[in-house]
């Protein structure tokens, strides 16, 4: 059974940072991309960042771009969201889901297109910056 855990969900004010981790077990952690997407209250879900199974390739949404940095750590199953200078507008639940992304790389991965692609999910993490 595959399962996805996200946590290190906090509060912080704003400018501060936070480090989110996802562990996934139950499937072979090193052939999937990972990402992270996020929803704030009466908002539509959005992706923030993901990244190749190898770690080699990552894609970020234009507005965490040079504030977030999101990594993995094969030997663990584990994948991390580093989050730099935050915002109030970063608040929202953030989720981690595993898959493998299809002929459009990670772009299309960072938009769920399932099906084709299979996405795994975790029950996400709350992030609440305050101002």
């Known amino acids: 059974r595959v399962q996805v855990m996200e946590s290190g969900g906090d509060e912080v004010q704003a400018g501060g940072s936070l480090i989110l981790a996802c562990t996934v077990s139950?499937?072979?952690?090193?052939?999937?991309?990972v990402g992270w997407w996020r929803q704030a209250p009466g908002k539509e879900r959005e992706g923030v960042a993901c990244?190749?199974?190898?770690?080699?390739?990552?894609y970020y949404r234009d507005t965490v771009k040079g504030r977030f940095t999101i990594s993995r750590d094969n030997t663990k199953g584990r994948a991390y969201l580093l989050m730099n200078d935050l915002k109030p507008e970063d608040t929202a639940v953030y989720f981690c889901?595993?898959?493998?992304?299809?002929?459009?790389?990670?772009?299309?991965?960072?938009?769920?297109?399932?099906?084709?692609?299979?996405?795994?999910w975790g029950q996400g993490s709350q992030v609440t910056i305050s101002s």
């Open positions: 889901a595993a898959g493998m992304p299809d002929f459009g790389g990670l772009p299309r991965f960072m938009e769920v297109h399932s099906p084709p692609i299979k996405y795994y």
């Open positions: 990244i190749t199974w190898s770690g080699g390739a990552t």
């Open positions: 139950g499937l072979e952690f090193d052939r999937y991309a």
